[in-house]
């Protein structure tokens, strides 16, 4: 049993590292947005028909390079752009953490593109947004030519995770923390 919460605590002291390493390391906003530019570029190239999507979004979340790594306990953190249009209007961590079976450390970009009005306002007017208890938000399955799939797109969230590089299994956004940080 000792051995047990030597290791947990082990654990948990490599996902505290984890989370604090891009802390001290926070991208600036011409970063952030730079990020965003190639990310978009990215999902416009890799997944057919989604550059029509975000053109009728009410607004999309770009996290160009979210983090994510696990060994039994793990974590996930990373900053974007909220932009409409094509302007940027906040910037946003992400972070998470989660236990079980995994092991691995990945990077992705995570787009989030909102439908309905009352999707982006409720994202925007959050204090710390939490995907499955704020909102559902579905994830994008693209078919075996790379189109998505048509029954995504009645959604009023929907997410598209591109450019993973690095082992890690599955893609889940789920219980995924938003707030809004200050890069003006």
């Excluded at 974007?80 to 249009?85: A, E, I, K």
């Excluded at 579905?138 to 993973?164: C, H, M, R, W, Y």
Aim: charged content about 15%.
């Amino acid at each position: 049993m000792k051995k047990l919460k030597l290791l947990s605590l082990a654990l948990l002291s490599c996902l505290m590292l984890f989370l604090a390493v891009p802390l001290t390391f926070a991208a600036s906003a011409g970063e952030i947005n730079a990020g965003a530019d190639h990310a978009l570029s990215t999902l416009y190239k890799t997944v057919r028909g989604s550059h029509n999507v975000v053109d009728r979004a009410k607004g999309v979340l770009v996290m160009p390079n979210v983090y994510r790594a696990g060994f039994g306990v793990g974590g996930e953190y990373g900053q974007g752009v909220l932009r409409m249009g094509s302007k940027p209007v906040d910037y946003y961590n992400l972070v998470s953490a989660s236990y079980g079976l995994q092991i691995g450390a990945q990077k992705q970009s995570i787009i989030l593109v909102f439908m309905t009005d009352s999707a982006l306002r409720n994202f925007q007017n959050s204090s710390g947004w939490r995907v499955g208890a704020d909102a559902e938000v579905t994830v994008v399955k693209t078919g075996a030519d790379g189109s998505i799939e048509s029954n995504t797109l009645n959604k009023p969230v929907i997410a598209f995770v591109v450019g993973q590089k690095g082992l890690m299994a599955g893609v889940s956004i789920e219980g995924a923390k938003f707030n809004k940080i200050n890069k003006k």
